[in-house]
Antibody, heavy 122, light 110 residues
């Protein structure tokens, strides 16, 4: 059974940093690209970033480019999102998602975690 | 403002058939496959349709997807109360080099 468990969310001040983690199990982690998708309170889904199965290719939404870094540790079956220079508009539930294939561009996300809430506020 | 355009709301009575549209452009729907996600209240999104019209195992055949040109649609037949949820379309965008989502459609079962 595929399981994705996000952690690392919380309250952070504007300009601060936070690192999210997503522990994966139930599939061969290194064989699939992985994504982060966020959802602001009461709003729709917004794609954030994706990384290929090897970690060698990454893409970012313009809204986070230069501030967020996606990475993965295939030896630990874990996906990360390093978030720097956080803004109030980054407040959202962050979901990690397993992609349907190893390489990019991605096609669809077939499994999603339950999400972790990030609140940026002073 | 989302890159993919969906109606904000849709509704139907039990047993009816409803459709939700998703409009894009040549750089996303026009050149890549479309997926649909269902998000029940208070839960994470779930893959409903992939590759335009394919259903993952476990998804009832009441749900179907189609794509034509730069538009796609999700149809739900035999509407049930448990179908009340938010529905999102998505596709890769070759110009933006990222995934684009529709704004979501809130389906109400009357």
């Amino acid at each position: 059974e595929v399981q994705l468990l996000e952690s690392g969310g919380g309250l952070v001040q504007p300009g601060g940093s936070l690192r999210l983690s997503c522990a994966a199990s139930g599939f061969t982690f290194s064989s699939y690209a992985m994504s982060w998708v966020r959802q602001a309170p009461g709003k729709g889904l917004e794609w954030v970033s994706v990384v290929s199965g090897s970690g060698g290719s990454t893409y970012y939404a313009d809204s986070v480019k230069g501030r967020f870094t996606i990475s993965r540790d295939n030896s630990k079956n874990t996906l990360y999102l390093q978030m720097n220079s956080l803004r109030a508009e980054d407040t959202a539930v962050y979901y990690c998602a397993k992609e349907s294939r190893w390489d990019l561009p991605t096609r669809w996300s077939d499994y999603w975690g339950q999400g972790t809430l990030v609140t940026v506020s002073s | 403002q989302s890159v993919l355009t969906q109606p904000p709301s849709a509704s139907g009575t039990p047993g009816q058939r409803v459709t939700i549209s998703c409009s894009g452009s040549s750089s996303n729907i026009g050149s890549n496959t479309v997926s649909w996600y269902q998000q029940l209240p208070g839960t994470a999104p779930k893959l409903l349709i992939y590759s335009n019209n394919q259903r993952p195992s476990g998804v009832p055949d009441r749900f179907s997807g189609s794509k034509s040109g730069t538009s796609a649609s999700l149809a739900i037949s035999g509407l049930q109360s448990e179908d009340e949820a938010d529905y999102y379309c998505a596709a890769w965008d070759d110009s933006l080099n990222g995934v684009v989502f529709g704004g979501g459609t809130k389906l109400t079962v009357l």
